[in-house]
């Protein structure tokens, strides 16, 4: 006799997530309204929630590295024709590009009309200026100071040795290739192995095969631990930060979401409609679990197991297409990441009375775009290419720690931003090549299996 499943089991994957979200942001901000300051909530944060939180993503991060190997390797070996990649590789390229210009353009624009760092409270702007000396306010500055030179972070990508670039790409302090290098080695891997004689390479490719479910199935677990972990983690960040510091930067923080929302709602549902030929209502339903992912985590590298599950088995999108153009979307095609950068640097600008003209502000623009296509896939990982985009347009680059206090919060939505494009792009690639994407509402297999 089969043991019924209880109600919390039978509910579908992202209402448990939601619910975990829910119930974690309502108690942290109880917590902050009732004990801030505390030792034990203090002690609670540090020995409780914080390791219930950070449990989930390891699990999660330790399985990203052998997971863009074998996404990456077979969907390139998988393409076998090489001008076949490229064309595919063109176009994930050309979409990262030209959606990245759009939604910096947005930021920009939403910045100059709305003005947020005008206006502020002279008392409130002094308590912030205040923070800049702060040890987290440096750490950004200290890595902007260490960034290397153009040329040397793009012979970088070519990793001299791929294992210590795999060991070390999650290590803020290296100043190797990281992810990119892994990257490249698993795109130079799979074209190798595609035009290599298959009866000879057969048994490595079904190790690979084999590599790439196992991972999978890990993936399987740690999301049973998501609601939990999702809980635990926005507990955390909401028994810390409050109420406090969004009230004194609420218009920045309404100028980035709404840049934000209109991106992600409008033009993806755009996009979708156009370049995919499919319903944006349907096509956010249907990744609704990666956007809630993708938002606890604020990883695109966290967030990537769960958007290649999702892309295969609910849109349809091939996976020698998803592993491709997902994979290296989790570090090239940060659109949400680009708006905040850009809106980011002329609200400190505002704030410090910078006043930057026309041409400064397309340097913005352009180094905006740049720095989203060269952002690590993890949380905080865009700061210290804004510290190099504020030194650029003379605004001080401590700057940067007004608002290192809501940075967690936004880090979240423009995360959510970034991984919905890359399934968007995704979507687009596969619609070009020829494949029909599921289209259909009825069915959504996984939602409550996971």
Known sequence: MTRQRGFWARQPLPTRILVGLAVGLTLGLLANLLAAGEPWLDSFIAYVAYPIGQIFLRLIFMIVIPLIFAALTLGVAELGDLRRLGRIGAKTFGFAFSVTLISVTIGVLLVNVVRP???????????????????????PVEQAAEAKPIVDTLLDIIPRNPLEDAARAFDPTYRGGGLLAVMFFSLI???????????????????????????MR?????????????????????????????????KYVGVVLAGLLIHQFGVYSILVRLLARMSPLVFFRKIREIMIVAFSTSSSNATLPTALRVSEERLGVPRHISGFVLTLGSTANQNGTALFEGVTVLFLAQFFGVDLTIPQQVQVVLMSILAGIGTAGVPGGSLPLIVLVLQSVGVPAEGIGVILGV?????????????TGDVACAAFVARSEGYELNSSTDNEPGLAEV
């Open 117 to 139: 760092g005008e206006g502020i409270d002279p008392a409130a702007a002094d308590a912030l200026r205040q923070s800049l000396v702060s040890a987290e306010a440096r750490r």
């Open 189 to 215: 891997f799979g074209v190798a192995l595609a035009l290599t004689d298959r009866t000879r390479t057969a048994g490595l490719v079904a190790a690979i095969e084999g590599l790439y479910e196992v991972v």
């Open 218 to 250: 890990i993936i399987g677990f740690a999301m049973r631990l998501a609601p939990y972990g999702v809980a635990a983690l926005i507990f955390t960040i909401s028994a810390r930060l409050g109420f406090d510091i969004l009230g004194v930067l609420a």
């Open 407 to 419: 940075d967690r919060i936004l880090d979240m939505c423009r995360t959510t931003v970034n991984v």
